[in-house]
C-alpha cells in the first residue's frame, strides 16, 4: 500500500475547502449583496423624487404661462372692472382671495390634474393623477395701510403637489390637508405676478 503525497511540510495536500471557509465566503457576499441592494434602492428613491421634482417644475411653469395669457382678458375696458367676468382663473382673485384653491379645468387651455408625464388630465381621461395644481392669488398692498398699490398687478403663488409614497393623488383633497402632512405629500412652488393687459382697444 502506498503512502499518499504529502506536502512540504510533511502533511498530506488539501483536497477542498472546509464546511467553515464556505459559510464564511456565503456571510461576506451576503454583505456584500446586501449593501449593493440597500445603494440600488437609494438611488431608485433619489431618481423618483428627481423626476418628480422637475415634472412637477414643468407644471408649475406651465401654469404661470396660463395666468399670464389668462391676463390678456383682464382689460378694464372704459375703466369697468371685467376680472370677475372675463378671466378663466384669475377670476378667483374675488371669490376665494388668499386662499389655495384648485383651478377649474377648461378644456383646451388647462386642467390641475396631471398623470406621470405631466399632460393633463380632463374628464373622460381614464389616466390617474400623479399630480395636482393649486393656486393662490393676491394683490400687493401697503404693509401699514393695507391699501392696495398696484390695482394693474396680481401676484399668483402656484403649488404643485404629489403623494411621495408613489401612489395616484386625489386631486379632491382639501389644500389644508396637504399643508398638514408634507410627509405625505411633495410639494413644487412657483411665485409670479401676472399684469393686467393695458392695450388700448
Known amino acids: 500500500m502506498s503512502a499518499g503525497h504529502a506536502g512540504p511540510h510533511g502533511r498530506a495536500a488539501s483536497a477542498g475547502y472546509t464546511l467553515i471557509e464556505v459559510m464564511a465566503a456565503l456571510g461576506v ?9 440597500a445603494l440600488q434602492k437609494a438611488t431608485l428613491i433619489s431618481n423618483t423624487n428627481a423626476r418628480n421634482i422637475a415634472i412637477a ?7 404661470a404661462e396660463r ?35 384648485t383651478p377649474t379645468p377648461i378644456a383646451a387651455l388647462g386642467a390641475p390634474n396631471a398623470d406621470v408625464f405631466g399632460t393633463d388630465i380632463y374628464a373622460g381621461d381614464p389616466s390617474q393623477s400623479a399630480f395636482c395644481t393649486h393656486v ?26 404629489w403623494e411621495r409614497s408613489g401612489n395616484p393623488i386625489d386631486c379632491t383633497v382639501a389644500t389644508a390637508t396637504v399643508d398638514a402632512e408634507p410627509e405625505r405629500f411633495g410639494a ?6 401676472v399684469r393686467r393687459n393695458t392695450t388700448e382697444r
Open 136 to 161: 393662490r392669488f393676491s394683490q400687493f398692498t401697503d404693509a401699514t395701510t393695507g391699501a392696495r398699490r398696484w390695482n394693474t398687478l396680481i401676484r399668483a403663488e402656484i403649488r404643485v403637489t
Open 29 to 37: 457576499l451576503a454583505i456584500g449583496a446586501t449593501g449593493v441592494l
Open 188 to 193: 413644487v412652488y412657483v411665485t409670479t405676478a
Open 57 to 63: 417644475n414643468n407644471i408649475a411653469m406651465t401654469w
Open 67 to 101: 395666468l399670464r395669457v389668462d391676463a390678456l382678458q383682464w382689460n378694464d375696458p372704459g375703466g369697468v372692472p371685467d376680472l370677475n367676468g372675463d378671466t378663466d382663473w384669475l377670476r378667483l382673485l374675488t371669490t376665494a382671495p388668499l386662499a389655495k384653491v
